[in-house]
């Protein structure tokens, strides 16, 4: 299992457990409606179950060093998850995704949880680039890599399939040379 991260003195990223199930569940339905904006499987995250799948899914990813998921507890409450939705071994390349419960939101927490995952991306595994996609109407998910001195690097256009529409991607990479905390 994966040490947790610590991003600040009241917020840790913890690798999902099966116990964090219900959890998870609680916030997505919580959720539903303002992720599913920006974000594929809402609609197909409808119970414990789903979310167990979920975390399951993820845990096989870790185990193989080819992704990492973290919830993200504030306070000790459960307000969203990040991680390496993959991780390019052989190119020392990873993606990073990411979301927060409302509530969370407007605080400055997922831009400390990205940087507490560049540091372990680019300290502990050795990364070379790290890379974020974000819609290109998406600010609140845009401005997150442009607070950590990511590049923006292009465009890819209809990169995504949402319910209800195609979403070009704007595609952001930091390498381990011009990161800050180097
Ligand atoms: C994308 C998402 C995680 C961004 O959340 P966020 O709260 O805007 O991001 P942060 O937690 O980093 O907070 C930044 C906000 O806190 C403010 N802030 C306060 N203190 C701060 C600090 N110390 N550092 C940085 N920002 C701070 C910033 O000004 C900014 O607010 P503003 O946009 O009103 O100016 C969230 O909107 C979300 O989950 N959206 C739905 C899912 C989604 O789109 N996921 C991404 C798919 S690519």
């Keep these: 299992m994966a040490e947790a991260l610590k991003a600040g003195r009241a917020l840790e990223l913890r690798p999902l457990r099966l116990h964090d199930a219900r959890a998870l569940s609680v916030l997505v339905d919580a959720n539903r409606d303002r992720l ?8 197909a995250n409808r119970s414990v179950r789903d979310s167990r799948d979920y975390i399951l899914r993820m845990r ?3 185990r193989t060093g080819l992704g990492q998921s973290y919830g993200l507890w504030w306070k000790d409450r459960l307000v969203g998850v990040a991680g390496f939705n993959w991780i390019d071994r ?19 927490l997922m831009t400390a949880a990205v940087a507490a995952l560049l540091r372990h991306g680019f300290r502990t595994l050795q990364l070379n680039r790290i890379e974020i996609r974000a819609g290109v109407r998406n600010r609140r998910s845009r401005a997150i890599p442009v ?5 923006h690097e292009g ?7 949402l319910a209800d529409r195609w979403v070009d991607h704007a595609v952001y990479g930091l390498l381990a040379a011009e990161w800050a905390g180097r």
């Design 60 to 62: 096989a990813l870790a």
């Design 36 to 43: 599913r904006r920006w974000l594929p499987w809402p609609d």
């Design 90 to 108: 052989a190119n020392q390349t990873a993606a990073i995704g990411y979301w927060l419960a409302e509530e969370a939101e407007g605080q400055g």
């Design 147 to 151: 607070r950590l001195g990511f590049r």
């Design 155 to 161: 465009t890819l256009r209809q990169a995504e399939r």
